[in-house]
């Protein structure tokens, strides 16, 4: 979680010409987090090990990835690098959705 924070920053603050703290990423990637911990709750319940399951850690993780792009993209003035900057997330929510089903 902190080194996937570190490593977000470290590409946002490479990708963008304002400057962002550590702190805004921080939050902004742990607000994204709440599908997850939705699934982490509803996984009590169904499954993640079934294709019902699969499928909503699948919707969870690019909701998230979604989600906190759009964030990084407006907050840091770089609309048109959107996929560029999701990329990277998609990967430290896959992290994190991979966790929740195993």
Do not use: H
């Amino acid at each position: 979680g902190a080194f996937g924070c570190v490593a977000i920053y470290t590409i946002v603050n490479l990708m963008t010409p304002l400057p962002v703290d550590l702190y805004r990423v921080t939050s902004a990637l742990g607000y994204c987090l709440l599908p997850i911990d939705l699934l982490a709750f509803v996984s009590l319940i169904v499954p993640t090990r079934s294709v019902v399951g699969f499928l909503l850690s699948a919707g969870c993780i690019v909701w998230c990835a979604w989600v906190a792009s759009f964030m990084f993209t407006a907050m840091c003035a770089m609309k048109e690098q959107r996929f560029l900057v999701a990329y990277p997330i998609l990967l430290f929510y896959i992290c994190f959705g991979l966790l929740t089903v195993f």
